[in-house]
């Protein structure tokens, strides 16, 4: 499976992105689609994940509630509506496929996008 992602820009605190992520190959309800990022000297971090089959989602505690994940089965697209962005919320942006059950951690991810740029000015 290869993941195409884009939608990152520069926009100022508050404002709103919406990043995409289009993969190329079958994804399999069991699969787990996960959005990470990576800040300048920083480890690359869990952002959100959803389960392909069932929807279910899960997020960091520094998104909930401005974030959301969700996918279109039908486009083999996940998408990162993120809401109320912060300055701390710069970073590159990767998506990321896991075949198997969930994972919090980078490493637990197989197949990933190239990363999109976001970046929030205060």
């Known amino acids: 499976v290869q993941l195409q992602a884009s939608g990152g820009g520069f926009v100022q605190a508050e404002d709103s992105l919406r990043l995409s992520c289009v993969a190329s190959?079958?994804?399999?309800?069991?699969?787990?689609m996960g959005w990470f990022r990576q800040a300048p000297g920083k480890e690359r971090e869990f952002v959100a994940a959803?389960?392909?089959?069932?929807?279910?989602?899960y997020y960091a505690d520094s998104v909930k509630g401005r974030f959301t994940i969700s996918r279109d089965n039908t486009k083999n697209t996940v998408y990162l509506q993120m809401n109320s962005l912060k300055p701390e919320d710069t970073a590159i942006y990767y998506c990321?496929?896991?075949?198997?059950?969930?994972?919090?951690?980078?490493?637990?991810?197989?197949?990933w996008g190239q990363g999109t740029q976001v970046t929030v000015s205060s």
């Open positions: 990321a496929r896991r075949a198997g059950g969930l994972s919090y951690t980078a490493s637990g991810y197989g197949s």
């Open positions: 959803i389960r392909w089959g069932g929807g279910n989602t």
């Open positions: 190959g079958r994804i399999f309800s069991s699969h787990i």
